[in-house]
């Protein structure tokens, strides 16, 4: 009889629970889940890439408002004459 190969345990992975993300990162992470989610949804690789890319096709809560700094701008015309 062959002998029996022990079993393999995986190690666990190690988590980082870290509260304190930048915004830079919390946009990021908001970004992978959705394409995690559209990819669970059945979109196509192609698909998913291309409604992440187009940011008027992301739901209102999964990135928070900013600020829209290009109004807040005053803007002074010299061809008034």
């Not at 291309?50 to 408002?65: A, F, L």
């Amino acid at each position: 009889m062959a002998a029996r190969k022990k079993p393999v345990r995986k190690a666990k992975v190690a988590t980082v629970l870290n509260d304190d993300y930048s915004a830079l990162e919390k946009h990021c992470i908001a970004i992978n889940e959705y394409y995690k989610a559209l990819r669970v949804a059945g979109f196509s690789e192609p698909i998913a890439l291309s409604m992440i890319q187009d940011v008027e096709s992301y739901p209102d809560w999964i990135i928070p408002d900013l600020p829209n700094k290009i109004d807040n701008i005053p803007y002074d015309d010299e061809d008034d004459d």
